[in-house]
Nanobody
Framework: QVQLQESGPGLVKPSQTLSLTCTVS??????????WSWIRQPPGKGLEWMGV???????VYSPSLKSRTSISRDTSKNQFSLQLSSVTPEDMAVYYC??????????WGQGTQVTVSS
């Protein structure tokens, strides 16, 4: 069973870069056809897909966040990471990592709350 766990600072100052890491267990992030995504949910709003890094290392980002988002991976640690630059209070949300494979969503992490405040 594939399991995911988010980690990173829960508090980020405005204009700084938010950095989160997702640690995966149960399978390798390089196993074929996995897509490893970051998704967020601001308070009182719906889920927003931010981007994905695929098993082959390719990435796709949400057009609305593309200019500020970077997703990378460390295959030696079986982790993938999110960086969101120039954060504002509108970036406050619960951030989730999750996977999909061959068009089907699988496990999600439990989510991590990120607050943007000086």
């Amino acid at each position: 069973q594939v399991q995911l766990q988010e980690s990173g600072p829960g508090l980020v100052k405005p204009s700084q870069t938010l950095s989160l890491t997702c640690t995966v267990s149960g399978d390798s992030i390089t196993t074929s056809y996995y897509g490893w995504s970051w998704i967020r949910q601001p308070p009182g709003k719906g889920l927003e897909w931010m981007g994905v890094i695929r098993y082959d290392g390719s990435t796709v980002y949400s057009p609305s966040l593309k200019s500020r988002t970077s997703i990378s991976r460390d295959t030696s640690k079986n982790q993938f990471s999110l960086q969101l630059s120039s954060v504002t209070p509108e970036d406050m949300a619960v951030y989730y990592c999750a996977y999909e494979r061959v068009g089907r969503w699988g496990s999600w992490g439990q989510g991590t709350q990120v607050t943007v405040s000086s």
